[in-house]
């Protein structure tokens, strides 16, 4: 059988590198080799891989399957030689982790640090954003997601669900009155998180009846820290996850409302792009994401008000 695993770590090196030089000069082999061989597979394959410009090198839309592959195939070959050769009693290396803002900050940060304390040969990488990243193209290794999941080639852990809930402060309900059933929601001030709801409409479920509330405000805000803060300050109803505003519910400065009209739970997970083989690191990583952000969840929902 020809050598086919030169080839995909080339491939791999090229867009890892930056470039067919600095490949060549990482893999210890001369330009031309390099290109020779990308242009081997390219051809062998029947398609474009990387689309080459004066500036820079991105893939096409084959080279981004293929190259997610080749290095789902490089990683297991990694994992299974250290496996057997016994190279690795610990996990070590890097880790890249993305997490949205405010979840990370509340759950994600602790997992990261508790984690290098246990493996303190592995270095890692937390990236806070509310954005869907690509985790092929921005080489992470892990992100924790919340909300249904889009991308069916990724390979996802559930860690639990979170609801999402409807509440104010206690002197906003006193001005204004409690909510009893969503339709009550047109005779009040809601203040409108664009990145978690539509911006004008609420859904919300009565038994099997879905059933979707034109709200209005004078407040509209992308950030959820805002939209809390706003709350607790009596501007009106927000609708957010109840993780957010945990502390503030046990506190008795938010109280939550509507709570037999909720939409069913928000699934949490940890994906990866990983094959069958995890590598030792991220596996680590996912059993102690699953040990401490579970029970944090479970708790969640289980704290009814």
Known sequence: ????LTPMLTFVRIMDAGSLSAAARAMGRSLPAVSRSLAQLEQ?????????????LSLTDAGVQFYERCRRILAEIDEAEATAGAQRLEPQGSLVVTAPLLFGRMHVTS?????LRRHPKISVHLLLTDRVANLVEEEIDVAVRTGKLADSSLIARRLGVIPRI???SPDYL??????HTPEDLARHDCIRFTDLTQVRYWSFVDG????RIAVHGLFVTNNADAAINAAEHGLGLVMVLAYQVTALLAEGRLVRVLQSFELPPTPVNAVHA?????????????????????PRLAALNSARR
Do not use: H, N
């Open 208 to 211: 099997e009846r879905p059933i």
């Open 174 to 179: 006193k001005r204004r009155g409690t909510p």
């Open 274 to 294: 990983s094959g069958r083989l995890a590598p030792a690191k991220l596996k680590a990583f996912l059993d102690l994401l699953a040990e401490i952000v579970a």
């Open 111 to 115: 997992v990261v640090a508790e984690f």
């Open 166 to 168: 409807v509440c104010a």
């Open 1 to 4: 059988m020809k050598d086919r």
């Open 44 to 56: 062998r394959l029947g398609v474009r891989l990387i689309q080459r410009t004066t500036r820079r």
